[in-house]
């Protein structure tokens, strides 16, 4: 396993402290992907406004933010969640065309907010409140723990 540098360590072990529950751990392992796939093809439904240049949409800025965001904490975990967002992206985009643009938004729209229900059940099991409560940062740091757990289960 590479060393961390420090800050993102920090946040990693910071969200840790209200994630040590097994069944807390499973469901955000779970929901978490779920979470952010589902966002992904929320943000693609949003109509964009005509003066926006060609092939850029909501998502795409939202992905292009949170890669910097990453890329400022550690360039190989953002390099994970890039490969991460554009599956998503491309499954999302796959759904829209396959059927309608409509069944993407409303099947996205349950995915989403059955995962943040199934979430806080998990921190109701924890006894600990949402990290995101104290530092809305953390909604960001969620994915990168469950990229950072499974490249140390790579790397093992």
């Known amino acids: 396993m590479k060393k961390l540098n420090k800050k993102l360590?920090?946040?990693?072990?910071?969200?840790?402290?209200?994630?040590?529950n097994a069944t807390n751990k499973a469901i955000h392992y779970l929901c978490v992907p779920a979470i952010v796939y589902s966002l992904i093809g929320i943000l693609?439904?949003?109509?964009?406004?005509?003066y926006m240049p060609k092939g850029l949409n909501y998502c795409s800025i939202a992905i292009l933010f949170s890669i910097f965001y990453y890329a400022s904490l550690s360039s190989r975990h953002a390099a994970y969640m890039t490969i991460f967002f554009v599956i998503c992206y491309c499954l999302n985009s796959s759904v829209a065309q396959f059927f309608t643009q409509e069944?993407?938004?409303?099947?996205c729209l349950m995915m989403f907010i059955s995962a943040w229900i199934l979430q806080f059940i998990g921190h109701m099991i924890e006894g600990k409140k949402p990290s995101f409560l104290l530092d809305i940062q953390f909604l960001l740091i969620g994915p990168l723990w469950i990229i950072n757990k499974m490249i140390d289960k790579s790397s093992d």
């Not at 693609?44 to 005509?50: E, Q, R, S, V």
Request: glycine fraction near 0%; hydrophobic fraction near 35%.
């Open 9 to 20: 360590k920090w946040w990693l072990d910071e969200y840790s402290k209200s994630h040590q």
């Open 44 to 50: 693609i439904c949003i109509p964009t406004p005509h």
């Open 103 to 107: 069944i993407l938004l409303y099947s």
